[in-house]
């Protein structure tokens, strides 16, 4: 069994609800579920080393495959879903199913 998470800023710009809400139809209809957890406390550095207080929303699923034997796969749709989140956060507009 694995698990596949993606951390999406917690933000009211309508490319991050609409990211949330492609990769929730995504997850479900590849993996049958997902869950989400909604405005987590996060932090992180910036260029400059400084800390940076963040709110998150996290997007999972568990996958019912043995990393592995599959890790070509993961590897091939972990990078597809990254894509699409950058190209969201980017402002490139999300596409519908980003896989």
């Given at each position: 069994?694995?698990?596949l998470e ?8 309508a490319a ?82 980003p896989v």
């Amino acid at each position: 069994m694995a698990r596949l998470e993606v951390y999406i800023p917690d933000s009211p710009e309508a490319a991050y609800r609409e990211l949330l809400k492609n990769l929730d139809r995504e997850f479900t209809h590849t993996f049958g579920g997902c869950t989400i957890i909604r405005g987590i406390d996060g932090s992180y550095l910036s260029r400059k080393g400084m800390l940076i207080n963040d709110r998150i929303n996290l997007i999972y699923t568990d996958v019912p495959l043995s990393i592995q034997d599959n890790l070509g796969q993961f590897s091939r749709y972990g990078e597809a879903v990254r894509l699409a989140v950058r190209q969201c956060a980017a402002g490139g507009g999300c596409i519908d199913r980003p896989v």
